[in-house]
């Protein structure tokens, strides 16, 4: 596997990437990766991070906010608690995930913002534990 193919959009992939959700995260991330799903990798990281995440478009904090309401709302919360994490970089506070969480429930169904909200609760809970551990 290669560490980096050889394009401008991985490279700024990755760096976004990194940004947002950490070294670590990537760093446990790329070390998981295995020939199969290396093509899948290096599609998200072209396309969700090299192209829409690194875009200027919108800032971090609305796109972070963008990104949990759409989790949310389509009902894929196995992301939601990396985007909660991420918001420690992006700037989207509490009250704008909330916020975020608030429109789901309108939009696209109080179940789904409300099972948004439990996720976003016990991640910010751990991510309390972690601060006061180190």
């Known amino acids: ?5 050889s394009n401008d959009r991985y490279g700024a992939g990755m760096a976004v990437r ?18 199969f ?9 072209e396309a969700a991070w090299g192209n829409v995440w690194a875009s200027d478009g919108v800032s971090d904090r609305e796109r972070s906010m963008l990104t949990l ?3 949310a709302a389509l009902g894929n919360f196995d992301e939601i608690p ?11 506070s509490k009250t704008d995930v909330l916020e975020a969480f608030q ?7 109080v179940p789904r913002a409300n099972h948004a909200l439990k ?15 180190s």
């Open 69 to 71: 309401a759409l989790l």
């Open 18 to 35: 990194r940004k947002i959700l950490g070294d670590a995260h990537v760093d446990r991330a790329e070390a998981a990766k295995t020939a």
């Open 103 to 109: 429109h789901v429930a309108v939009y696209a169904g």
């Open 119 to 133: 996720l976003a609760k016990e991640t910010y809970a751990e991510m309390d534990r972690e601060a006061q551990q």
């Open 82 to 92: 990396m985007h909660i994490r991420a918001t420690a970089r992006t700037g989207a």
């Open 37 to 45: 799903d290396e093509p899948f990798q290096t599609l998200i990281t």
């Open 1 to 5: 596997m290669s560490d980096c193919p």
